[in-house]
């Protein structure tokens, strides 16, 4: 069943469309991840530090950002907007750019047959005319030389004085509003001066321009006129000014013409004229009809034959049925034209009088009714068009078509038309259609002609462009082909009985496991369609071919809700006032821009502007498109998640600092991934988009388990490996080794990765020579010793703290002096510093005072608070790199370059483990060699430049679904755009000096951009050995329930 309902045909709001569903689930889905991550982290933090608030809120608002894809926005509105500017190139208007994409989803197009199927170019191609004295046995006669260049004559000949082409002429020219253009048309050229069928013409459609044309090629033969000879005024116009249309007055007492426009309903169009009798000679009051030939029929009792008005017998009505039939079988669309002079009747009354007054036309006393509808037989004013005639002939429930079950009535109805006749038209179909329809087959798009033709043309016209298909069957044709005449009952037993021998699990024979028949097409006319139940309509929609003709609007709108109850996205075209419902109701309407109304404009969602069903072909394909570009798009941004969350993740485990900083991580997310994401708008089709079939609206969303399983748990572990990696690497390069960097998030400013020296007088245990300067700024001009366990080193005499305090700075470090009068060296006690550590040793019950307590954490001796190292003397650098550390005199001081900061400066607590790689190396900052938060800042930066990196690989896989990169190759230059963007942006916020402080990024050496190149290759490999198993494995078992792969089911998003 479908999600949403279409709304009512008389208002109410649309329903949502598909992207516009999958939109809002997939920000339901986001956001709840998004909140909830954000939620269990921002609780840790809190648990962890209550009072800083502020770095709680910069975590959460990271966690936030890093899970929601900020590009989607513009990509949907770049993908909508690109797609309506490609449609619009092939004359196809887009009023709602959601509705593209709704294209892209549909799995049933309901076709109109004239101007979208076929080129709405018309000609007379027969005619079917009793004259006085037939050439042809069958009355039938091809017409289409006298409209054309060589202004040759029909086959057979015939008589063009004869007074029943006379009167073909006038129902076919009266009733008709078509007229030349007067003026110059193409290149210049006056268009009277070309032959008939190459001219221009103005008002009516398709069909009364053939008539028109045909009336003008005759009169052009009647009279012998030929190209260059004949009058002005054109013979069709002069012959409506001596036969004009009649007056009379409406309710208003203005002057109207009695007119009845075409209804599509009752599929007729009358005019009533004052006409030259072709027998008598003089002007008569008539009312001509023409419309649908078998409709047009059944409202006669009479027909022409030459100068006669003969009775229609069973005889005719067989006659009339086999012309019928061939015409129609020939995808001829075939018009019935009938009259009636009302002077016949005694109870008319008319009286021509001048055009400026209305003419005395009465009928039993009373005016004819002039208000342009469809009249009652028993209504007041009714003027003779056959209703009743139809209802005697049609029966109780108006049937139409019924002639084959229907005699004519025995005694015409009062106002029996006469038969005049049939002209066939042909309209070819469009070049492009056939194949179009075929590549809908493909893409497991169903096809329907819903039209108002004749079964039997529709039928021919749908073979034509491959509706039906070749060596498909109706069950007419079965029960002729097979012997069972009209006893269709017993031909569809037969049917399913040759149906049960068949395997229906072969996919040749699937399409008939619900209809158990070998019939595999249907022709449903609209007398019948009138009587079936919604459930019969839906199990129409089983045939493999389906075509419903004669249909009336309201059946229109039927037909598309019995397929949306399928579930089927329905796309419908249409071009009349009364289509509107059918427009609204569709997921998709379509409307024709040359022979649509504004009505029907209005309704729809689209506009062919030049009637072409090939362009909704390309909408479905430039819907499906946009649908796959999403996808795409999502995939590429949601990889980076990974990447993004895991050092949060990796903090809250193991205090391991954070290897990507929030900072960072917006900058990934509002900088360098914005325009790759959207530079996947621009990618062009893949070559088997066309070849799959139309997605499941409850299965393939724009985000599955299957996309989310492999942005995350494929493309994004390798990410985030490749981002950890570049991370250690660097740390490792500055003197810390992974086993020292996990679980010193303590030493190194916490989550925030904020130095100590920010946090002004807190003295941490985890640093416990305290926070503050540089020494190099502290003890500049103050005569202190430099000490490499982060202590001041001076000499006072006893109690006199003035020289090491200075000007209290120093009140952040704990201070050993040496007694100038005694030399004995003491930790002072009259410092900040050294109150407020030795509460935290106090608490500690591991150490007894506070020189066990600075012996463990600040790496002296018990009985010297020198510069003796007792600790780890493996690491310490030494002054020469010839030497090595197996001596006490081989030991040193730390290089000032190298180490002149104290643990708990400026750059963190974290002590080096290992020799730095470049101490000599100049960066725009302090080299970050043995300084925690710089060498951090440096490898945070490397891990920013390994997702770009990684995101390289990832953008070039997103290109495709299943193809190989090699097949769908590297055209889209916005894609080249976005990858040389996020490079030189990456490139702008490592090594701009301004922005270091701002995003505590730095200027990392070429050689920290290489780690995570391998992962990036290796992202690359692993897309295209997936994608090449995936296509090897449908091609080793296309059209087998094997089809779909392991791979496939589990990684093709």
């Known amino acids: 069943m479908r999600e949403t309902p279409a709304p009512p045909a008389g208002g109410g709001p649309p329903p949502p469309t598909p992207i516009n569903l999958e939109i809002h689930r997939f920000i339901k889905i986001v956001s709840g991840i998004a909140l909830m991550l954000g939620l269990i982290f921002g609780i840790v933090c809190i648990i962890q530090d209550p009072a800083d608030y502020v770095r709680t809120l910069v975590f959460v608002i990271g966690i936030i950002v ?8 513009a990509t949907v509105t770049v993908s909508l907007t690109l797609t309506a500017v490609k449609l619009g190139k092939v004359n196809v208007n887009v009023k709602d750019l959601e509705g593209v994409e709704t294209l892209g989803s549909t799995t049933c197009i309901c076709s109109d047959k004239t101007g979208t199927l076929t080129q709405n170019k018309m000609t007379s191609n027969h005619i079917y005319l009793e004259f006085s004295s037939s050439t042809d046995p069958d009355s039938t006669y091809e017409v289409n030389a006298l409209t054309s260049s060589e202004l040759g004559d029909p086959t057979p000949g015939f008589d063009f004085t004869d007074p029943a082409l006379a009167k073909l002429l ?32 103005l008002n009516g459609n398709a069909s009364d321009i053939a008539f028109f044309k045909f009336a003008e090629g005759c009169l052009w033969k009647k009279d012998g006129l030929t190209l260059g000879t004949q009058p002005e005024t054109p013979a069709a116009e002069a012959m409506r000014v001596a036969n004009p249309t009649a007056t009379v007055a409406n309710s208003q007492g203005a002057t109207q013409k009695l007119i009845i426009p075409f209804n599509s309903r009752y599929k007729f169009m009358v005019s009533v004229n004052w006409v030259m009798d072709p027998v008598q000679g003089k002007l008569r009051p008539a009312v001509l009809m023409k419309g649908a030939a078998e ?41 019935g034209f009938a009259m009636k002079y009302l002077d016949e009747d005694s109870s008319y009354s008319c009286a021509q009088t001048d055009a400026d007054t209305p003419d005395e036309m009465t009928v039993g006393g009373v005016p004819l009714d002039a208000s342009g509808e469809p009249i009652k037989p028993d209504a007041t004013g009714y003027y003779a068009i056959g209703s009743q005639q139809f209802l005697d002939w049609g029966g109780p429930d108006n049937e139409t078509n019924c002639m084959d079950k229907c005699p004519p009535p025995a005694t015409p109805a009062f106002d029996a038309l006469t038969f005049v006749g049939l002209i066939s038209l042909i309209d070819p179909p469009r070049e492009a259609v056939p194949p179009s329809v075929l590549q809908c087959r493909r893409a497991g798009v169903k096809v329907v002609m819903v039209t108002g033709d004749h079964p039997k043309t529709a039928a021919a016209i749908a073979r ?20 069972f005449g009209k006893d269709l009952k017993a031909a569809q037993a037969a049917a399913e009985a040759e149906c049960a021998k068949l395997d229906l699990n072969l996919a040749v024979n699937r399409h008939m496991r619900y209809t158990k028949s070998v019939v595999e097409a249907r022709v449903i006319p ?47 075209t249409g071009d009349g006032v009364n289509d509107s419902p059918a427009l609204r109701g569709a997921d998709i309407g379509c409307a024709m821009g040359i022979a649509g109304t504004d009505v029907s404009k209005e309704a729809a969602d689209m506009i062919l502007m030049t009637d072409d069903f090939s362009a909704i072909v ?151 020579c305290g926070g503050g300067l540089s020494w190099d700024d502290y003890a500049k001009d103050a005569g202190f010793k430099l000490s490499s366990v982060g202590m001041v080193e001076c000499s006072a005499s006893k109690g006199d703290t003035e020289k090491c305090n200075g ?120 080299n970050p060699c043995y300084k925690g938060i710089e060498a951090l800042r440096h490898a945070q930066t490397a891990a920013f430049v390994s997702i770009v990196i990684v995101q390289w690989a990832d953008l070039i896989i997103c290109k495709t679904r299943i193809l190989s990169i090699y097949h769908q190759g590297m055209e889209n230059k916005i894609m080249l755009i976005g990858l040389t963007s996020e490079t030189l942006l990456c490139c702008a916020l490592a090594y701009i000096p301004g922005l270091h402080q701002g995003l505590f990024t730095r200027d990392i050496m070429f050689n920290h951009w290489t780690p995570s190149m391998p992962f990036s ?37």
Request: charged fraction near 20%.
């Open 464 to 483: 034509m462009v491959n509706i039906i298909q070749p060596t498909a069957e109706t069950i007419d044709m079965y029960a002729e082909r097979t012997g």
């Open 170 to 201: 006038m129902t076919c020219n009266l009733v008709n509003a078509c007229v030349f253009d007067t003026g110059k048309v193409g290149t210049g050229v006056d268009n009277l001066s070309l032959y008939i069928q190459a001219r221009e013409c």
């Open 618 to 768: 390309l909408g479905i394909e430039e819907g499906r498109l946009i649908f796959d570009n999403l996808k795409k798009s999502i995939a590429y941004t949601l990889s980076s998640n990974i990447p993004e969350i895991s050092p949060f993740l990796m903090y809250i485990i193991t205090q391991m600092p954070l290897s990507l900083s929030t900072v960072l991580i917006l900058c990934v997310d509002l900088g360098t991934d914005m325009v790759p994401a959207i530079s996947l708008a621009y990618e062009k089709a893949e070559s088997d988009i066309m070849e799959r079939p139309p997605r499941d609206q409850h299965v393939d969303h724009l985000v599955t388990v299957k996309l989310v399983s492999f942005a995350y748990l494929q493309i994004g572990v390798f990410q985030a490996l490749g981002g950890f990696y570049s991370f250690f690497v660097v740390m490792n390069d500055y003197g810390f080794k992974m086993r020292t960097v996990i679980g010193s998030a303590g030493v190194l400013g916490g989550a925030s990765g904020v130095a100590f020296a920010k946090d002004g007088d807190k003295i941490s245990s985890e640093c416990p």
């Open 295 to 335: 409709q047009i029929f059944q409202r006669c009792g009479t027909y022409v034959k030459g100068s006669e008005v003969v009775p229609i017998d069973q005889a005719k009505v067989d006659h009339f049925v086999k012309v019928y039939d061939t015409f129609g079988g020939a995808g001829e669309r075939v018009i």
């Open 1017 to 1053: 290759i290796l992202i690359f490999l692993y897309d295209e050995t997936r994608k090449y198993l995936i296509r090897t494995h449908k091609a080793a078992y296309k059209g087998t329930p094997n089809e779909e792969g392991w791979l496939e089911r589990y990684t093709y998003y």
């Open 526 to 572: 609209g007398h019948e369609l009138k009587t079936m139940t919604p459930d019969q309509v839906k199990e129409a929609f089983m045939y493999r071919d389906l075509v419903f003709a004669r249909t009336s609007p309201e059946q229109k709108l039927k037909i598309v809700n019995a397929a949306q109850d399928m579930g089927h996205v329905v796309a419908v």
């Open 66 to 73: 890093a899970n929601v894809p900020e590009g989607l926005l």
């Open 807 to 926: 000007a209290g700075s120093n009140d952040l470090y704990v201070e050993i002096q040496t007694d100038t009068a005694t030399g004995a060296r003491y930790l002072e006690t009259d410092t900040k510093a050294y109150t407020m550590l030795e509460d935290v040793v106090t608490k500690d019950s591991k150490y007894a005072d506070m020189t066990s307590f600075l012996t463990a954490k600040c790496d002296v001796t018990s009985d010297d608070f020198g510069v003796t190292w007792t600790k780890n003397d493996d690491w310490y650098p030494l002054a020469s790199k010839s030497m090595t550390p197996d001596g006490a005199s081989q030991k040193t001081k730390w290089s000032p370059n190298n180490w002149p900061y104290g643990f708990g400066c400026p750059y963190g607590a974290l002590r080096p483990s290992q020799y730095c790689k470049y101490p000599e190396t100049t960066f725009v900052g302090p």
